[in-house]
Structure formats: C-alpha cells, structure tokens
C-alpha cells in the first residue's frame, strides 16, 4: 500500500485495530451458509430504520465513562448498522465479510458488489465494499463508497472514519484530520482519535 505523508507503522496499526473492531462488532450478526446464491432473486426491501436508536446510542457514548462503556455502546450500534434489509441480504453481506476476513479481498469485493447493485439504500453494503477496497489499496473507489455511505446515514461513525484515513493515505492530510475531527465530535472514543494531530500543527 502507499500511504504517502502517512507514517506506515502507525497506519498499519490502526488497520489492524478496525479490522478487529469490525469483525467484533458484526460477530452478532448472521452469518451465511456455504451455498448460498450468488446474487439475489427478488427486489430488495427497504433498509431498516434505525437512525433514532443509533443516534441515541451516539448520545450515550459521548458521555461514556470509559473506553470499554464506549466499545459496549459501539458494538450496539455495529448490530443496528449490520442489519441487512433481508435475510438474503445479510447472507450476502455475511459471505463478504467472510471473505474479506479470510483475505478474499477480490471475493469479498465482488460480493459486496452484489449487495450494492441490489440494495443501494443500504448504507452498510457500501460501507464493506469500501473498507475491502481501502485495505485492497484501491482509494479512490473506497473513497466514493464512502461518500455513498454517509449520504444514506449521515451518522454512520465507521464510515466517517474510514473516510478520514482514505483521505490521508491519498495524501490529504489537511481534509483527513477534518473529516476525522468531525467523527470525533460524534464518537470522541473512536480508536482513530490516535491519528488525530493538533490543530495549527503542519501536515
């Protein structure tokens, strides 16, 4: 990966530290059969509503005593985000991430892939698709995932996130700690608050 103005051993890190808060905060979500179909045979329904209950979740996590209240209220909301529209739906989403934590990146992208072109209202299948794609290097692609994310669910922390560090391994370090700073303001015990460079402080 290139990481430009980006310390390597820094980034390295923090992706580790997502991948696993990824994978912990979706362990309570379904996960997919072997076998199950490669692309969905009816229209996808409506994503569930759950802008009030993560906003709420944001609320509470803002006050947070500590980092591990704050980790409990961030797994609550990686279950309302992770809730696919359907189950066939979810099996999708279950089959990429699988893939993706197996290091199928180019699986998991084209699953992913599925998701989105059946659901695009769906904020969760844009945001995978685009953590796959930023650990796969591509951040351009990852980068337009992202905006999509967050036009479907402005509360979205993860993908707010991601978009801080896509910016920065493109180079854009003044965009990426802004975008970066705005996530904190929601989420101030997001891990990424470690990147985070004081302000008047040269990129």
């Given amino acids: ?32 059969q072997t076998g199950a ?19 709420h979740l944001l609320e509470d996590v803002r006050i947070a005593r500590d ?23 979810q099996e999708v989403l279950d089959r990429g991430m699988r893939k993706r934590q197996s290091h199928d990146l180019r699986g998991a992208i084209e699953d992913f892939d599925i998701l989105v072109a059946w659901c695009p209202d769906y904020a969760e299948g844009w945001n995978q698709r685009a953590f796959a794609r930023f650990i796969a ?37 003044a965009a990426g700690q802004a975008a970066l700073r705005a996530a904190l303001k929601l989420h101030p015990w997001l891990p990424e608050r470690r990147m985070l460079v004081e302000q008047g402080t040269d990129l």
Avoid at 12 to 25: E, F, M, P, R
Avoid at 37 to 55: E, T
């Fill in 1 to 32: 990966m290139r990481w430009n103005a980006i310390l390597p051993g820094r980034v390295t890190g923090l992706l580790a530290t997502l991948a696993v808060a990824c994978i912990t905060g979706l362990a309570g979500s379904a996960v997919a």
């Fill in 137 to 173: 290097g591509e951040y351009l692609d990852a980068l337009d995932d992202l905006d999509r994310a967050i036009e479907l669910s402005p509360n979205h922390i993860p993908a707010m996130a991601g978009r801080a560090l896509t910016l920065m391994a493109l180079g854009d370090q």
């Fill in 37 to 55: 179909p490669s692309a969905p045979q009816a229209d996808c329904p409506a994503p569930p509503d759950h802008i009030a209950a993560i906003d």
């Fill in 67 to 89: 980092e591990t209240e704050a980790r409990l209220l961030t797994n609550e909301m990686w279950a309302l985000w992770a809730d696919a529209p359907n189950e066939q739906a």
